[in-house]
C-alpha cells in the first residue's frame, strides 16, 4: 500500500526555471492538500482540492498553480521558480465523509526538497 | 483565524525519563480536532496522536499520551519512558472539521525539537 507518493524527493532549480512537483494516492482520498516548510517553521497550506476538477488557494498560494483531473493525482507548478519558494514541500491526502468516516487525519507524503538558486 | 503556539524550540531528555511538550491554540470554534505528528531526521511527517475537542477523555497511545484542557485552549503531549528513537520534531496541529465549510486542512505550530539523550 503505497500511500502519498511525491517525486522528485530532490531538486535544484535555476531562478526562473519552471518545474512540476508531482503527487499520488491510492487511497481514494477525495481532499488534497499542498505544504510547505520553511526552515524552523511548521507546513503552511498552499493549494487543496475537494475532488476532481475542484481546487482552492490556502494561505501562501502566489507563485504556484495546481489542478486535479483525477482522484489520484494532485501535481503542483512553480511557473518562474524564485529563491523565496526555496523550501520542502508536502503532499498530503484525507478523507471527508460521513459518519465514523469522516474528518479522518491526514496522510502525507516523504516531501520535496526543492532548492532555488 | 487560528493560532497554534508551541512556546519551546528545542528540548532535552534522558532515555527512559519523562518528557511534557506544550501547545496552546486560539480558537473560537466550539468543536475541532488537534494532533501531534513527530517529525524525523527522514523528514516524514508521522501521525503521534488525535483528539477530538468534544472528547473530554484524554488521549493515550502507548507511551504518548496528552493532557487537553479545553477552557485553556492546552493540548500537551507526554512522552513516557523516552527512547531514542523519539528524537525528532513535534508539531502540534489544529483542524476545523470538514462539516460547515471548512477545507479541512491543519494549521500547524513552529515545532520542537526534541532530543533524547543516552
Known amino acids: 500500500n503505497a500511500g502519498v507518493t511525491q517525486t522528485p524527493k530532490f531538486r535544484i532549480l535555476k531562478i526562473g526555471q519552471s518545474m512540476t512537483l508531482q503527487c499520488t494516492q491510492d487511497?481514494?482520498?477525495?481532499?488534497m492538500y499542498w505544504y510547505r516548510q520553511d526552515p524552523g517553521m511548521g507546513l503552511k497550506l498552499i493549494y487543496y482540492?475537494?475532488?476532481?476538477?475542484?481546487?482552492d488557494k490556502g494561505e501562501v498560494p502566489n507563485g504556484y498553480n495546481v489542478s486535479r483531473s483525477t482522484t489520484e493525482d494532485f501535481p503542483l507548478r512553480l511557473e518562474l521558480a524564485a529563491p523565496s519558494q526555496t523550501s520542502v514541500y508536502f503532499c498530503?491526502?484525507?478523507?471527508?465523509?460521513?459518519?465514523?468516516?469522516?474528518?479522518?487525519?491526514?496522510?502525507f507524503g516523504d516531501g520535496t526538497r526543492l532548492s532555488i538558486l | 483565524a487560528q493560532t497554534v503556539t508551541q512556546s519551546q524550540p528545542e528540548m532535552s531528555v534522558q532515555e527512559a525519563e519523562t518528557v511534557t511538550l506544550s501547545c496552546t491554540y486560539d480558537?473560537?470554534?466550539?468543536?475541532?480536532?488537534l494532533f501531534w505528528y513527530k517529525q524525523p531526521p527522514s523528514r516524514q511527517m508521522i501521525l503521534v496522536i488525535r483528539?477530538?475537542?468534544?472528547?473530554?477523555q484524554n488521549a493515550t497511545e502507548n507511551r504518548f499520551s496528552v493532557n487537553f484542557q479545553k477552557a485553556a485552549k492546552s493540548f500537551s503531549l507526554k512522552i513516557s519512558d523516552s527512547q531514542l528513537g523519539d528524537t525528532a520534531m513535534y508539531f502540534c496541529?489544529?483542524?476545523?472539521?470538514?462539516?460547515?465549510?471548512?477545507?479541512?486542512?491543519?494549521?500547524f505550530g513552529k515545532g520542537t525539537k526534541l532530543s533524547v539523550k543516552p
Open positions: 498530503a491526502s484525507s478523507y471527508a465523509g460521513q459518519g465514523e468516516y469522516s474528518n479522518q487525519p491526514q496522510h
Open positions: 487511497m481514494n482520498h477525495n481532499y
Open positions: 482540492s475537494v475532488g476532481a476538477g475542484i481546487t
Open positions: 480558537t473560537s470554534e466550539n468543536n475541532y480536532y
Open positions: 483528539q477530538e475537542a468534544y472528547k473530554q
Open positions: 496541529a489544529f483542524m476545523k472539521p470538514f462539516y460547515g465549510g471548512s477545507q479541512g486542512n491543519l494549521i
